[in-house]
């Protein structure tokens, strides 16, 4: 894992929670709840290769998936 995808990560948290704070004092909770939905999607789709390749590497150590 880079210090590039952590930084996007903080950035996507960032702007997510300012236009969270933004929307819900408009009266908007529903776009405010789909907009953390789809910052945690964005997120995950970023992340889930990493967790796919440690776990990968768990096995190939314990020699369960060769």
Do not use: C, R
């Not at 995808?5 to 903080?10: R, T």
């Not at 009266?27 to 405010?32: I, P, Q, T, V």
């Amino acid at each position: 894992m880079t210090i590039q995808l952590l930084l996007k990560i903080g950035a996507v948290g960032i702007l997510v929670a300012l236009l969270n704070q933004i929307l819900k004092h408009s009266g908007k909770d529903e776009l405010a709840f789909l907009l953390n939905l789809a910052g945690l999607i964005l997120v995950l789709s970023w992340i889930i290769p990493y967790i796919v390749e440690f776990f990968n590497d768990i096995m190939k150590l314990v020699n369960i998936g060769g």
